[in-house]
């Protein structure tokens, strides 16, 4: 994608400066210094998204969430723990001899288990929360890596803004000095001098405005980090428009299939109709087998004693019925949630589309029109202003108007990977470039 940056007309200005020079009438008496600085180099987007999942804690939370959701499956489908018991009764002194034929020693095991079907009832529940945990996980990365990305375009365009303005900044300076030399031999009016001095003024202000601005997105980003030491971005680097081939039903498609949010809320529908069927199995009978040996006097020989147990629901009626009554209501309302969640997403997906779109339409219209146009208009009127055609007043009405459109386009290419950055938590996947 071209880029229209400042270079363009800079070189316009550049060789009108140095005609104006040649005749003389640019020597106010103030020299000109170009002091040689090193540039920082420019932050990638590429790499504070892997700082992004290396540091973020809302991310690391998320995953401790879904490691702890994941152990929950084996423990809810694995059996009580048998009891072991141990029976002194009338020895005497525990460990002592028998004093009477009717004392014994006994050692048991008893195991409870469940009615058939409710073990791995309660471990595919399980499974399916951890399903929807993994789900919420994935959209934790993709919903706080958005708001990285659309922190670092407010930054990017912010950045190119205020490059744009020192670099206008410095050419009005240049201006005002050849306003006013020309004015003190005679040949310009002092209305010019002050017209440069206003605009300057102007650009000083938006400057500092947007030195707030950029400061507040580092801000944001290095919050996001979770950096201990705030550190600055940098110069913005090149960014290209990112492609975006999808018409609007595939994207709604692609939203109702690949959310990772929707699908965490399909995980807790399933979740919810397993925790139905649990309900139903309540009202079957749990069991409790064990299994005692007992060793007594010399009067009579040891043996053994077997017990069976049966947990028989008899308050059904006040207690499973309104478990699966529960169980039902929160099968519904995990159910409304789905839709839910599906409608505001479809209505959020459309309403970037449209934004996307639009900015497409605004790119295009600034990079084969617009500026070019201004660049022309501005090249038009250094060359009136060099041969006292055209005022001052207008030159500098051209060079501010090529400035506004110029910093308009940085906005809006950073407002079209908003949008983008916008979508990608709703279908699963990127959509800037890196």
């Not at 595939?250 to 397993?274: F, G, H, I, M, Y």
């Not at 069927?277 to 053994?304: I, K, L, V």
Request: aromatic content about 10%.
């Amino acid at each position: 994608m071209e880029r229209h940056a400042t270079g363009p007309y800079l070189g316009f200005l550049a060789l009108f400066v140095c005609s104006l020079a040649s005749e003389g009438l640019a020597q106010s008496g103030d020299a000109v210094t170009s002091n040689q600085t090193i540039a920082p180099s420019a932050t990638e987007l590429s790499a504070l998204v892997n700082e992004l999942h290396q540091n973020n804690p809302r991310i690391r939370a998320a995953r401790y969430r879904y490691d702890a959701a994941l152990k929950r499956p084996s423990q809810v489908g694995t059996l009580p723990e048998p009891k072991i018991t141990y029976v002194d009764f009338g020895v005497g002194r525990p460990f002592s001899n028998f004093v009477n034929d009717f004392a014994y020693r006994g050692i048991g095991i008893s195991q409870e288990v469940p009615f058939p079907g409710k073990l791995s009832l309660a471990s595919e529940q399980a499974q399916r929360e951890a399903d929807s945990e993994a789900q919420t996980y994935r959209a934790m990365v993709l919903d706080v890596t958005a708001r990285l990305k659309i922190a670092y375009y407010d930054w990017f365009a912010t950045a190119k803004a205020i490059e744009i303005a020192r670099k206008n900044r410095d050419l009005l300076d240049r201006f005002e000095r050849i306003a006013r030399a020309r004015y003190s031999v005679g040949r310009g009016i002092q209305q010019d001098v002050l017209k440069a001095q206003v605009e300057i003024a102007k650009l000083e202000q938006q400057i500092e405005t947007m030195e707030q601005k950029r400061a507040s997105a580092e801000a944001e980003i290095n919050s996001l980090l979770n950096r201990e030491t705030p550190a600055q971005l940098g110069t913005p680097p090149q960014l290209s428009k990112s492609p975006f081939e999808m018409d609007l039903d595939t994207l709604l498609s692609a939203v109702q299939e690949n959310s990772p949010a929707l699908r965490a809320r399909k995980s807790v529908v399933d979740s919810r109709a397993v925790g139905i069927e649990r309900a139903r199995r309540d009202y079957r009978p749990d069991f409790n087998f064990s299994f005692q040996w007992q060793h007594t006097g010399s009067a009579f020989p040891d043996y053994y004693m077997a017990t069976a147990e049966v947990k028989v629901p008899v308050y059904f009626w006040r207690k499973q019925r309104f478990a699966l009554e529960e169980a039902t209501a929160r099968m519904e309302e995990s159910r409304y949630d789905y839709e839910a969640e599906l409608q505001q997403l479809r209505f959020m997906a459309k309403d970037q589309y449209l934004i996307v779109k639009s900015s497409e339409r605004l790119l295009s219209l600034y990079e084969s029109g617009v500026i070019p146009q201004s660049s022309l208009a501005l090249e038009s009127a250094l060359a009136g202003y060099e041969v006292g055609n055209v005022d001052f007043l207008t030159l500098i009405s051209n060079l501010t108007t090529l400035l506004t459109f110029e910093t308009e386009y940085y906005q809006e290419l950073a407002k079209h990977e908003q949008a983008l950055a916008r979508l990608e938590p709703m279908i699963g996947r990127e959509l800037t470039l890196p």
